[in-house]
């Protein structure tokens, strides 16, 4: 099990990984402080910070100033916002970029930004010189309670998301809560979902605890969010010291995931839906699927629709008007995604609220009858 740690208003999770274990500080105050944190894990004087344009704006100077501080110069690598920056071509550009700033096995990369950011800093940091250390300092919710926690890195191809990665664990993560400020609120509350799943998976009591303070984590409540962070990080901090390789139970931490990314896959991972949006709906289908194939009792799905509704998550494909998504499209995405096992697709189902299994005895046609009622419930 996970550790936790309460030193005033920053909270330590740990995630135990033998000699690959580290911690996650959650908090406010951390980017401005990142250089008291940083400074033991680095090997040299100097790192290299890899963040995208639209984070830099707000955290690269308070970060650098930290570092400063404590006498390690820093330079930066700004990519591209957004999740299509998740692929080949930019892979090789920072791998290059990395190189021509003279790195050496000793340097230690810090990826500053959302879960772009921190999956492909990470899969460079996997794979440069054959594996250097890194450091998250994430700065969405999603990437705080689950992109940043666990060493998944990776990239998207043509034939779906995260086909291409290593695990490749951080060093340390610093989840600020300063950040969740500066994030536009389409992205905190696509974030939001990615903290509900841990509810839905293991949690009952964390879900009844966001269905009383879910507004107050996405009306920017410090303590509310910290909680929240917390538990997700802890959740995931113990499946993850479990299973790294995700051989079996880290899987759950997929629910939603294989609708999700099928609906991803249709838009091309554009804007049209951010991950955590898919995960939104995903979750609702993969309540709703457990419903109709009887496993789960009636009524879940509606509770999840009701909170989600409560909290301005999008739980349907209404917003996404334009996409011309069939039942049948989906489903080949579903079969292109890695959740395949013995040429049958992997589904985390629910037996109840907090009671989420792992499956590959789903039929097509629920799968098929389940997202048709989705697309004719959001006028599709
Ligand atoms: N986001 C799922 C996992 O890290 O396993």
Redesign the pocket.
Known sequence: MSAQIKTGQIETVQVNLAERSYSIHVGSGLINTAGDYIAPYLKEARTIIVTDSNVEKHWLAPLQNSLNSHGISSEAIVMEPGEKTKNFTNLEQLVCKLLNAQIERNTVVIALGGGVIGDLTGMAAAIILRGIDFIQIPTSLLSQV??S????TGINTPQGKNLAGAFHQPKLVLCDTDALKTLPIRELRAGYA?LVKYGLIADAPFFDWLEKNGERVLAGDQDAQRHAIVKSCQA?AD??SEDER?TGR??L??FG?TFGHALEAEVGYSGTLLHGEAVAIGSVMALSISERIGICPAGRADRLRAHFAKTNIGYNLHGNAGTDWAAEKLLDHMRLDKKVADAKLVFILARDIGDAFITNEVNDSDILATLNEALEQSGN
């Open positions: 689950d992109s926690v666990g060493g998944k990615e995931k499946v993850v995700e880290r899987a931490l997929n995931h």
